[in-house]
C-alpha cells in the first residue's frame, strides 16, 4: 500500500496507472513513426510531445471516471474492450473539440490519432489482463499473521481475502482463548500466543498484526519488540483496519489515540486555510454553475409547487445551528405528517425531478452560499440535523467530535458510504468522517473533490 493524498492506495493500482500511462503513450509515439510526417521534426519541435501526454491524461481520466482503477477484477473481457471503446470514442470528441475551437496546439495528427487509438485498443485490454493474472501473482502479497481474533482483525481478514488487489493476505492466526474458532473464513487458526516464535520461523510474515481483545498480562510484549527489531513489522489491528477500510474502528477507538496522535488533523492554521480556498472555489463554482442553476430552478418550479429552495436547519462547526440551503428534491409537505425522518437513496417523498437532481447532486449547488458565508467548507462531514444530532450523540460515542471541522459539501463518507437511514449506517458514516478529521489536509480535500466531480458528471459514486 502506498500513501498518497492522505489515503492508503494498493501499490498494484499505481503499477497499473503507471504502466498503461507509458503503453499509451508509446502506442501514439509509435503511430507518429507511420504517419506522413516527419516524427522526429512534430515531437521535438511542434510539441507533439506534449500533445501525446495531453491524450494519455485524457484516456486515463476516462478510465478513471469508468472506474477502472477502483474495480481491478476482471468480470467480462467483452465489457472490458467495450469500456476502452467508450473511452477513447471520447477521447476523439475532446480533439475534435479542440481542433473546433482552434486549438492546434492539442491536437493530435488525424492519423497519428486513429493509428494510435487502434494500437491502444489492441494493447491495453491484453495488457490489463495479463496484468491481473500474472503481474500482481509475481509480485506477491505481503504477508500477516494475525495476533488475536479480535473483530477489527476478522473484519480487516475479511477485507484483504475479498480484495486480494490490496496485496495482503493472512497466513493465519494466533490465539489463545479457548472461544477461539479453528478457523477465521478460510484463514486457520495456527495454534496459541505461546506458539508465536515458532509460527514466525515458519510462516515468515512480513508484519504482525496485533488484534488481542484482552491484552493485560496477555501481550507478549518483549517477543513483539525483539521481533520487530529484528525487522517485522508490528502493527494494532485498528491501525490495519484504518489503512484497509479508509476509516476509524469506533470499536477499537481510544480516547488516547487521537489525544496523542502526532497527525490529528484539525489545528487553526489547517481550518483557516481550509475556509480561504473553500471560499475561493465556491465564488468559481457559482459563477461556473450558473447558468445551471438558473435551468434546475426552473425545472424545480415548473415540475412541483412549491418554493424553489429548501431551507433547513443543520448543526454545524463547534455545534453552532445554521440554516443550510438545497434545491428542493421533494414534495413541499413531505414532513407534514411524518416528522422528522432521514433520507433515503429511494426515497418516496423525492419529486421525478428531484431524483434526478439527488442523483446528480445538483441539489447540493445552493450550499455553495452557505460556504461562502463561512458556515460550511467545500469538504467537510456532513451536516446533519439537531433532532437527529441529539439522538446520535447519546447513543454513538465520539459523535460530538465530528463537529470540530465545518461541515462539507461534500466529504470523505459521502463518496465511500450510501446514504445515512439507520443508526448502524451514521456509525458507518462517522467513521469515515473521524478518518477524515484525523487526516485533515488540502491534499485529501483535493482527492474528495475529484472524487466527486465523477458524481456530478455520471450520477455514481458519492452519496
Given at each position: 500500500?502506498?500513501?498518497?493524498?492522505?489515503?492508503?492506495?494498493?501499490?498494484?493500482?499505481?503499477?497499473?496507472?503507471?504502466?498503461?500511462?507509458?503503453?499509451?503513450?508509446?502506442?501514439?509515439?509509435?503511430?507518429?513513426?507511420?504517419?506522413?510526417?516527419?516524427?522526429?521534426?512534430?515531437?521535438?519541435?511542434?510539441?507533439?510531445?506534449?500533445?501525446?501526454?495531453?491524450?494519455?491524461?485524457?484516456?486515463?481520466?476516462?478510465?478513471?471516471?469508468?472506474?477502472?482503477?477502483?474495480?481491478?477484477?476482471?468480470?467480462?473481457?467483452?465489457?472490458?474492450?467495450?469500456?476502452?471503446?467508450?473511452?477513447?470514442?471520447?477521447?476523439?470528441?475532446?480533439?475534435?473539440?479542440?481542433?473546433?475551437?482552434?486549438?492546434?496546439?492539442?491536437?493530435?495528427?488525424?492519423?497519428?490519432?486513429?493509428?494510435?487509438?487502434?494500437?491502444?485498443?489492441?494493447?491495453?485490454?491484453?495488457?490489463?489482463?495479463?496484468?491481473?493474472?500474472?503481474?500482481?501473482?509475481?509480485?506477491?502479497?505481503?504477508?500477516?499473521?494475525?495476533?488475536?481474533?479480535?473483530?477489527?482483525?476478522?473484519?480487516?481478514?475479511?477485507?484483504?481475502?475479498?480484495?486480494?488487489?490490496?496485496?495482503?493476505?493472512?497466513?493465519?492466526?494466533?490465539?489463545?482463548?479457548?472461544?477461539?474458532?479453528?478457523?477465521?473464513?478460510?484463514?486457520?487458526?495456527?495454534?496459541?500466543?505461546?506458539?508465536?516464535?515458532?509460527?514466525?520461523?515458519?510462516?515468515?510474515?512480513?508484519?504482525?498484526?496485533?488484534?488481542?481483545?484482552?491484552?493485560?498480562?496477555?501481550?507478549?510484549?518483549?517477543?513483539?519488540?525483539?521481533?520487530?527489531?529484528?525487522?517485522?513489522?508490528?502493527?494494532?489491528?485498528?491501525?490495519?483496519?484504518?489503512?484497509?477500510?479508509?476509516?476509524?474502528?469506533?470499536?477499537?477507538?481510544?480516547?488516547?489515540?487521537?489525544?496523542?496522535?502526532?497527525?490529528?488533523?484539525?489545528?487553526?492554521?489547517?481550518?483557516?486555510?481550509?475556509?480561504?480556498?473553500?471560499?475561493?472555489?465556491?465564488?468559481?463554482?457559482?459563477?461556473?454553475?450558473?447558468?445551471?442553476m438558473v435551468i434546475v430552478a426552473a425545472l424545480v418550479k415548473l415540475s412541483s409547487p412549491g418554493p424553489v429552495l429548501f431551507r433547513q436547519k443543520r448543526v454545524g462547526f463547534n455545534g453552532v445551528?445554521?440554516?443550510?440551503?438545497?434545491?428542493?428534491?421533494?414534495?413541499?409537505?413531505?414532513?407534514?405528517?411524518?416528522?422528522?425522518?432521514?433520507?433515503?437513496?429511494?426515497?418516496?417523498?423525492?419529486?421525478?425531478?428531484?431524483?434526478?437532481?439527488?442523483?446528480?447532486?445538483?441539489?447540493?449547488?445552493?450550499?455553495l452560499f452557505n460556504v461562502i458565508r463561512g458556515e460550511m467548507s467545500v469538504v467537510g462531514p456532513r451536516?446533519?440535523?439537531?433532532?437527529?444530532?441529539?439522538?446520535?450523540?447519546?447513543?454513538?460515542?465520539?459523535?460530538?467530535?465530528?463537529?470540530?471541522?465545518?461541515?462539507?459539501?461534500?466529504?470523505?463518507?459521502?463518496?465511500?458510504?450510501?446514504?445515512?437511514?439507520?443508526?448502524?449506517?451514521?456509525?458507518?458514516?462517522?467513521?469515515?468522517?473521524?478518518?477524515?478529521?484525523?487526516?485533515?489536509?488540502?491534499?485529501?480535500?483535493?482527492?474528495?473533490?475529484?472524487?466527486?466531480?465523477?458524481?456530478?458528471?455520471?450520477?455514481?459514486?458519492?452519496?
Amino acid at each position: 500500500m502506498i500513501r498518497l493524498f492522505k489515503v492508503s492506495i494498493p501499490s498494484a493500482a499505481i503499477a497499473l496507472i503507471l504502466s498503461e500511462a507509458i503503453l499509451l503513450f508509446s502506442c501514439y509515439v509509435v503511430a507518429e513513426y507511420g504517419s506522413d510526417i516527419s516524427a522526429e521534426v512534430y515531437l521535438l519541435e511542434e510539441y507533439g510531445l506534449w500533445k501525446i501526454g495531453l491524450q494519455v491524461l485524457i484516456v486515463l481520466l476516462g478510465l478513471y471516471f469508468f472506474d477502472l482503477y477502483e474495480n481491478y477484477r476482471i468480470t467480462s473481457r467483452i465489457d472490458l474492450v467495450q469500456t476502452y471503446c467508450i473511452v477513447l470514442g471520447v477521447s476523439f470528441l475532446i480533439q475534435a473539440l479542440f481542433n473546433y475551437g482552434r486549438r492546434s496546439d492539442m491536437v493530435l495528427p488525424k492519423w497519428a490519432m486513429m493509428y494510435g487509438s487502434l494500437l491502444a485498443l489492441m494493447t491495453l485490454p491484453a495488457w490489463r489482463i495479463l496484468f491481473t493474472r500474472v503481474v500482481w501473482n509475481a509480485v506477491g502479497a505481503r504477508k500477516l499473521l494475525f495476533l488475536g481474533s479480535s473483530e477489527a482483525a476478522r473484519d480487516v481478514i475479511g477485507r484483504i481475502t475479498e480484495r486480494p488487489e490490496l496485496g495482503l493476505a493472512a497466513v493465519g492466526f494466533l490465539d489463545s482463548a479457548a472461544s477461539a474458532p479453528p478457523k477465521l473464513g478460510a484463514i486457520p487458526n495456527l495454534g496459541s500466543v505461546a506458539d508465536l516464535d515458532a509460527v514466525v520461523a515458519e510462516k515468515k510474515p512480513d508484519a504482525i498484526i496485533v488484534g488481542m481483545t484482552e491484552r493485560r498480562q496477555n501481550l507478549p510484549v518483549e517477543r513483539l519488540l525483539d521481533l520487530r527489531l529484528s525487522g517485522i513489522y508490528v502493527e494494532d489491528a485498528a491501525t490495519t483496519y484504518e489503512t484497509v477500510f479508509g476509516r476509524v474502528s469506533i470499536r477499537d477507538l481510544r480516547p488516547s489515540q487521537l489525544i496523542f496522535s502526532a497527525e490529528i488533523g484539525p489545528s487553526s492554521k489547517r481550518i483557516a486555510i481550509q475556509s480561504a480556498y473553500s471560499f475561493f472555489l465556491s465564488l468559481i463554482g457559482l459563477i461556473l454553475m450558473l447558468p445551471v442553476m438558473v435551468i434546475v430552478a426552473a425545472l424545480v418550479k415548473l415540475s412541483s409547487p412549491g418554493p424553489v429552495l429548501f431551507r433547513q436547519k443543520r448543526v454545524g462547526f463547534n455545534g453552532v445551528v445554521f440554516t443550510i440551503y438545497k434545491f428542493r428534491s421533494m414534495l413541499a409537505d413531505a414532513e407534514a405528517k411524518s416528522g422528522a425522518i432521514w433520507a433515503a437513496k429511494d426515497d418516496p417523498r423525492a419529486t421525478p425531478v428531484g431524483r434526478w437532481l439527488r442523483k446528480l447532486r445538483l441539489d447540493e449547488l445552493p450550499q455553495l452560499f452557505n460556504v461562502i458565508r463561512g458556515e460550511m467548507s467545500v469538504v467537510g462531514p456532513r451536516p446533519e440535523r439537531p433532532e437527529f444530532v441529539a439522538i446520535l450523540q447519546e447513543k454513538i460515542p465520539y459523535y460530538r467530535q465530528r463537529h470540530c471541522v465545518k461541515p462539507g459539501i461534500t466529504g470523505w463518507a459521502q463518496i465511500n458510504y450510501k446514504y445515512g437511514e439507520t443508526i448502524e449506517d451514521s456509525i458507518a458514516k462517522l467513521e469515515y468522517d473521524l478518518y477524515y478529521i484525523k487526516h485533515l489536509a488540502w491534499s485529501l480535500d483535493a482527492f474528495i473533490i475529484f472524487h466527486t466531480l465523477k458524481t456530478m458528471l455520471f450520477g455514481r459514486g458519492a452519496q
